[in-house]
C-alpha cells in the first residue's frame, strides 16, 4: 500500500500563489503515476495535474494550464503542485492520488487511482 498525506492549503486572494505538497509512504517504489485532483462544493472530483513518477511526464487540466506546475522528488518521495495566479475558481479540497501500474483507461480519471490522500482545502478569495 502506499499513504499519502497532502499539506499546503489555506486562504489566499485572488492572483497570489500556493504550492501544494504531497508525502509518499508505504510501497513508493511501486508508484507508477500520481495525479492532482480538486473537489469545489456540489460539483464533482476533476483531474488537475498528473506526473510519472520515474519519468516524470506531466499532464494538465486546460484551467490550470500555464498557472499550474506539477513536480515530484523521488529521493523525498514528495509530489508537490505549484499555484500561481490563484482564482477564485481554483477554490476546492485538493487530492494527491497514486496509481501503481500503467492503467488501462488514462491517468485523467478518478477511477484510475488507487490511493487518496486525506485532502488539503485551497480557498481562493476575490
Known amino acids: 500500500q502506499v499513504q499519502l498525506v497532502e499539506s499546503g492549503g489555506g486562504w489566499v486572494q485572488a492572483g497570489d500563489s500556493l504550492r501544494l505538497s504531497c508525502a509518499a509512504s508505504?510501497?513508493?517504489?511501486?508508484?507508477?503515476?500520481v495525479g492532482w485532483f480538486r473537489q469545489a462544493p456540489g460539483k464533482e472530483r476533476e483531474f488537475v495535474a498528473r506526473i510519472g513518477w520515474y519519468g516524470g511526464l506531466t499532464d494538465y487540466a486546460d484551467s490550470v494550464e500555464g498557472r499550474f506546475t506539477v513536480s515530484r522528488d523521488n529521493a523525498k518521495n514528495t509530489i508537490d503542485l505549484q499555484m500561481n495566479g490563484l482564482q477564485a475558481e481554483d477554490t476546492a479540497i485538493y487530492y494527491c492520488a497514486v496509481v501503481t501500474s500503467p492503467p488501462r483507461g488514462g491517468l485523467l480519471a478518478t477511477t484510475t487511482y488507487e490511493y487518496w490522500g486525506q485532502g488539503t482545502q485551497v480557498t481562493v478569495s476575490s
Open positions: 508505504g510501497r513508493t517504489f511501486s508508484i507508477f503515476a
